[in-house]
């Protein structure tokens, strides 16, 4: 997305990242349209007017775009056929010339938001976004229309279009088991801020953090494609852990892990072995939604081996201080924040 100046609803309409802000899909749009609200109070009352049309309606261009070419293939069909504009070689004067040239261009240019808003219409009116989202401290079972079983963790949000539910978009984390489409062979997907996970037939684990994503395999076989200034594909096998982030120049991490440590969050319960407890506490955050501040930083690198519930947040911090290497303060005033001394 780029720095744009948005003067109508139409400059609004035709931007992709606007559209996916307005129908909640996750992404770096986020934060982009809500910094630019802040930048551009005086546009509030457009922008609100755009992003009330885009809900409103059925459906919306995510996935097609009317590019240019289309446009203009559009208008070397009207001239063919006898467009308004070429009216102009009938005039009588350059002055007449110039205002049928005018009107001709201001009737093709309907004809072909005419043109555009069909083509929507007819591609998306029948094809809205699905969307599921867990609030902290829970998990959500899912069957997707395809057959594919989700186990949606707690604050994380699933969306795809009705008529293509193999291609999702994660923000958070899930457990995915694909079943193999045998009549098409088509490819499941799954996109983050950071890469697509392309699989035909598998079961995976994908968690999109703060600043990068993690995707492993527990079995069959998933292509990485990374978003970066180039094409990049990864191959996995069984047991393989990759992080990448499309945010920063860090080399892919790839490694071997058991992984039924890393995915146990599907059964309720969060297994650590060996961990430091500042990565115990990331996992805590993102699935309760509090804050962590350490008064001693060394606390961070402190190893914690513990299973922990998922869905019981004061049971979690009593097993926490029953290992008796930190004591845990829950602080409601301010936010949702855990003192670590």
Do not use: C
């Not at 009207?78 to 001709?104: D, H, I, M, T």
């Amino acid at each position: 997305m780029k720095e744009s100046n948005f003067e109508t609803i139409e400059d609004f309409l035709a931007d992709a990242s606007f559209r996916r802000w307005a129908l909640g899909e996750a992404g770096d749009h986020v934060s982009f349209w809500e910094n630019w609200l802040k930048q551009n109070p005086d546009k509030k009352e457009l922008l609100e007017q755009s992003f009330t049309l885009v809900r409103g309606l059925p459906f919306s261009i995510t996935e097609k775009k009317l590019e240019a070419s289309m446009l203009q293939e559009e208008w070397q069909k009207l001239q063919q056929k006898g467009n308004p504009s070429s009216y102009e070689l009938s005039a009588k004067s350059s002055a007449n010339r110039f205002r049928v040239r005018r009107l001709g261009l201001k009737i093709a240019a309907s004809l072909l938001l005419i043109i555009a808003a069909g083509f929507v219409i007819q591609q998306y009116v029948l094809n809205p976004l699905v969307r599921y989202s867990t609030p902290f401290g829970r998990q959500m079972s899912l069957v997707l229309p395809d057959s594919t079983t989700v186990e949606l963790n707690a604050n994380s949000i699933l969306s795809f279009r009705k008529q293509n539910p193999r291609k999702v978009w994660l923000d958070g984390e899930a457990f995915f088991h694909v079943k193999k489409k045998e009549a098409t062979g088509a490819n499941f997907l799954v996109l983050t801020n950071d890469l697509t996970v392309e699989v035909l037939g598998t079961s995976f684990n994908v968690v999109e953090k703060k600043d990068k994503t993690e995707v492993i395999l527990e079995e069959g076989s998933i292509r990485l494609n990374l978003k970066r200034d180039f094409e990049q594909e990864l191959l996995m096998k069984p047991g393989d852990l990759v992080a990448f982030s499309a945010r920063s120049d860090q080399n892919v991490e790839q490694r071997q892990v058991k992984t039924n440590v890393l995915t146990s969050w599907k059964d309720g319960v969060l297994e650590f072995e060996d961990t430091p407890l500042s990565e115990v506490m990331e996992r805590i955050e993102a699935i309760y939604g509090w804050k962590t501040i350490y008064f001693d930083e060394d606390l961070k690198s402190r190893k914690i081996s513990t299973p922990l519930p998922t869905e019981d947040l004061d049971s979690a911090l009593l097993i926490l201080e029953r290992l008796r290497i930190v004591t845990i303060e829950k602080v409601e005033e301010d936010g949702k924040t855990l003192l670590l001394r």
